[in-house]
């Protein structure tokens, strides 16, 4: 499968600085996409390697209570995958080298159809895609839609993937492997899982591309923790929740690109901090 040209220059990148990687979960279209067209600029600017965008669905199987409000506030607002694709063509005018990885269910892709999902999203600028809902064994159609342009099929790995399902992982995915850091939905958490650096250990051995790790990490602090045995990490909740404190949209903005700051700060400090500098990055 081909990969993003994007999501492999980041990633590079990345190596080439010793550090891990930051990819806030964006909701799109919450409360509509005018906001997020202003956020993700504001996001990358504020030290954001990438984006995971959300894109709302009423029925979700992976998010937790904070997501989930952000996904109806989109959907309230109209947002629907159609709009999302348009809004990433339009994104991509300011954020052009910034990767983009849709996060979708997978009815919303079969009411689109695969293929017609595969070419639009491509011709849009996403990077790849994430269904949680989608297996790599009943990828099917989606996954030779998407051999055919540059679009990365991003699939999960979690604490209770056994080596088989690591394999199947890295054969049939792209990209980079989300791997979720606590098991249960989204949601910001006071303390990481404490087996995650020996899962991570394990799937080191046998996986061919970048890990991230998702779920849970709330704090800079918890960032900088995962980011010594990531290549990145993906922050959704603890971003929302910050979100959601302010009362209106600038200071929304505000909020979280310090809080984007303060990952990115944490992971920079890491990195510097770790003896051989690049380390196992390199």
Avoid: W
């Avoid at 996904?71 to 910034?98: C, H, N, Q, W, Y």
């Avoid at 079969?110 to 595969?118: D, H, I, N, P």
Wanted: net charge neutral; charged share 25%.
């Amino acid at each position: 499968m081909q990969k993003s040209s994007r999501l492999a220059a980041c990633f590079e990148r990345l190596r080439a600085e010793g550090r891990a990687g930051l990819f806030p979960f964006v909701a799109a279209g919450d409360p509509d996409l005018s906001f997020t067209r202003q956020l993700l600029p504001a996001l990358a600017r504020a030290g954001a390697d990438g984006f995971e965008l959300g894109v709302p669905f009423s029925d979700p199987l992976a998010d937790g209570p904070t997501i989930q409000r952000a996904s109806m506030r989109a959907l309230k607002a109209g947002t629907r995958l159609r709009d999302v694709l348009a809004f990433v063509a339009d994104v991509r005018r300011e954020i052009p080298e910034t990767p983009i990885v849709l996060m979708t269910y997978y009815n919303p892709i079969v009411a689109f159809g695969e293929g017609a999902f595969a070419r639009e999203a491509a011709r849009a600028g996403a990077d790849g895609v994430i269904v949680p809902d989608l297996p790599p064994e009943e990828g099917g159609e989606l996954l030779e839609a998407m051999q055919e342009f540059p679009l990365d099929a991003v699939f999960m790995l979690a604490p209770t993937s056994t080596p088989a399902r690591v394999e199947i992982v890295n054969r049939a995915g792209s990209g980079f492997i989300y791997y979720v850091g606590q098991m249960g939905v989204t949601g910001a958490r006071d303390s990481l899982d404490t087996g995650l650096r020996g899962a991570l250990e394990g799937i080191r051995r046998a996986k061919n591309r970048p890990v991230l790790v998702g779920f849970g990490i709330k704090t800079p602090e918890q960032a900088a923790e995962v980011g010594e045995h990531a290549e990145g990490v993906i922050v959704g909740s603890a971003l929302i929740d910050a979100m959601e404190r302010e009362p209106d949209r600038a200071r929304k903005i505000q909020a979280a690109s310090r809080f984007v700051g303060s990952l990115r700060k944490a992971l920079e400090q890491s990195a510097a901090a770790r003896p051989g500098g690049a380390g196992r990055f390199s």
